[in-house]
């Protein structure tokens, strides 16, 4: 039912009112809890929160009123709908209701329309309101993220060319060997990094659906080992594959190949030199499973529930020192969400890492 899932804690001292409320709820699908009084609401919302709280104003004890006013000083229920259930209509009573902080009313005896529409219509706009709040605290740590791991290495490399160009350095001396090594290095991991802005920034824009499309897991793959091969020499690491060609899933080109890029250099950038990164796909429970494992640092319990947390921004510099800036993390659970996947992560600190991806092997409609 497309309600399913919505939760309102209806709070009324008429018993008969409760459940008629209830009842009709109900079948739309909505998940409901009752409570007579103030003091019982409060309990059911130190449990969970709500979508939305249907409130009746006259109450004995603390009423209506009073408990909304309660509710909005509380920072964890503050963003919760309150419709007022009221048999008053005088004015007076109205506003009071609104400067508690209420958004809408409904008179009783109700009409069965009226309160199913004023429902629905709030717990969207509630859900909008907060997607919205999401979205600036994504933009504000992406606007972060920008001013500091971009400007950083351009900073470096202007001043390092600017230096060249000033002739202060030899260039058949060492250190303007290493100077150049470091520049390359440097121009890689910003490269890297506007890619993932890029990808980032199409993640989040809604109006770019996702094209899901039969297609094959194998070049996909080695298009993202072809592109990091450079990468891997550098530091000595042998990168070995067992991927079947006839494997076929059901995803979308471009958004898994940023996903396999990034566990890809993720596995570089925390294996040591001379390590070892082995990727596999096949087939397991009617998914396609693609594994990456690398003898890297691994990862700790804590940080890789960190990696699981939509809000946590989460990055560390490499066992070279390679620099990142959390967005690859982003992409990897949130686009592997989008094609209707799985995310796991295998890690005991010092023992290497498993991450494994699962897409599937047909349209999900």
């Known amino acids: 039912m497309p309600n399913s899932g919505k939760y309102i804690l209806i709070v009324d001292d008429n018993n008969k009112n409760l459940q008629l409320t209830a009842t009709l709820l109900k079948e739309e699908g909505y998940l409901i809890s009752l409570a007579q009084n103030a003091e019982d609401a409060m309990i059911q919302l130190n449990e969970i929160i709500p979508d939305l709280i249907l409130l009746d104003i006259m109450m004995p004890g603390v009423d209506g009123l009073e408990l909304c006013r309660i509710i909005k000083k509380n920072e964890k229920l503050s963003d919760i709908p309150v419709i007022f259930l009221t048999a008053k209509s005088q004015t007076e009573d109205l506003a009071e209701g609104f400067k508690a902080g209420g958004v809408d009313y409904i008179n009783k005896p109700f009409n069965r329309e009226e309160l199913l529409i004023r429902v629905q219509t709030h717990i969207e706009l509630a859900s909008s309101r907060k997607q919205i709040v999401e979205m600036n605290l994504r933009r504000d740590k992406l606007y972060s993220i920008i001013a500091h791991d971009i400007r950083s290495p351009f900073s470096s490399i202007s001043l390092t060319l600017s230096a060249i160009a000033s002739g202060y350095l030899d260039p058949g001396s060492d250190e303007f060997r290493d100077i150049m090594s470091q520049l390359e290095k440097s121009?890689?991991?910003?490269?890297?990094?506007?890619?993932?802005?890029?990808?980032?920034?199409?993640?989040?824009?809604?109006?770019?659906a996702m094209n899901p499309k039969y297609l094959a897991v194998y070049p996909v793959i080695m298009e993202s080992v072809q592109l990091l091969k450079g990468n891997a020499e550098k530091k000595k690491i042998t990168i070995t594959y067992d991927i079947s060609e006839d494997l076929i899933a059901y995803f979308d080109e471009i958004s898994m190949y940023a996903v396999f890029r990034n566990l890809i250099?993720?596995?570089?950038?925390?294996?040591?030199?001379?390590?070892?990164?082995?990727?596999?796909?096949?087939?397991?429970?009617?998914?396609?499973?693609?594994?990456?494992?690398?003898?890297?640092?691994?990862?700790?319990?804590?940080?890789i529930k960190k990696i699981f947390i939509d809000n946590e921004h989460y990055t560390s510099p490499g066992t070279n020192k390679e620099q990142g800036s959390g967005i690859g993390s982003y992409i990897i659970k949130d686009f592997v969400k989008r094609n209707r996947g799985q995310l796991k992560i295998k890690s005991t600190p010092g023992s290497g890492t498993e991450m494994f991806v699962y897409l599937p092997l047909k349209d999900r409609k």
């Open 187 to 208: 121009a890689s991991e910003t490269s890297t990094l506007l890619d993932n802005l890029l990808e980032f920034t199409r993640l989040q824009s809604k109006t770019i």
């Open 265 to 303: 250099f993720n596995s570089i950038k925390f294996t040591p030199e001379g390590g070892t990164i082995d990727i596999s796909a096949t087939t397991e429970d009617n998914l396609a499973r693609v594994k990456v494992t690398d003898t890297g640092i691994g990862l700790s319990e804590e940080l």
